[in-house]
């Protein structure tokens, strides 16, 4: 079994930053790609940015390219997804999750096995 853990949500002001870090246990991490997504009120859970393992690309929804990087640790089992120059509209909940083979790039979650539980990010006008 897989475990994630999200942390480093809060309450930001608009232009401001965050980062969120997702810890994952049970599995050799650095062999799978990971990637966080977010859901926001009423709304549906959107893909925002993931990294392959291995030569660690990278890819962003192009709502969030130019703003938001992530990264990984593998040693500490790590992806971090560094936020700046927040909007309001980044408001929601932000899960990561962990893929299981495939292709690439991962923007759909059908593909992704394991999810953590979220972390709420808040983005004050």
């Known amino acids: 079994q897989v475990q994630l853990v999200e942390s480093g949500g809060g309450l930001v002001q608009a232009g401001g930053s965050l980062r969120l870090s997702c810890v994952a246990s049970g599995r050799t991490f650095g062999w799978y790609a990971v990637g966080w997504f977010r859901q926001a009120p009423g709304k549906e859970r959107e893909f925002v940015a993931a990294?392959?393992?291995?030569?660690?690309?990278?890819y962003a929804s192009d709502s969030v390219k130019g703003r938001f990087t992530i990264s990984r640790d593998n040693a500490k089992n790590t992806v971090n997804l560094q936020m700046n120059r927040l909007k309001p509209e980044d408001t929601g909940v932000y899960y990561c999750?962990?893929?299981?083979?495939?292709?690439?790039?991962?923007?759909?979650?059908?593909?992704?096995?394991?999810w953590g539980q979220g972390t709420q990010v808040t983005v004050s006008s």
């Open positions: 999750a962990l893929a299981v083979g495939g292709s690439w790039p991962k923007k759909m979650d059908w593909e992704y096995n394991y």
């Open positions: 990294i392959n393992e291995g030569d660690e690309t990278t």
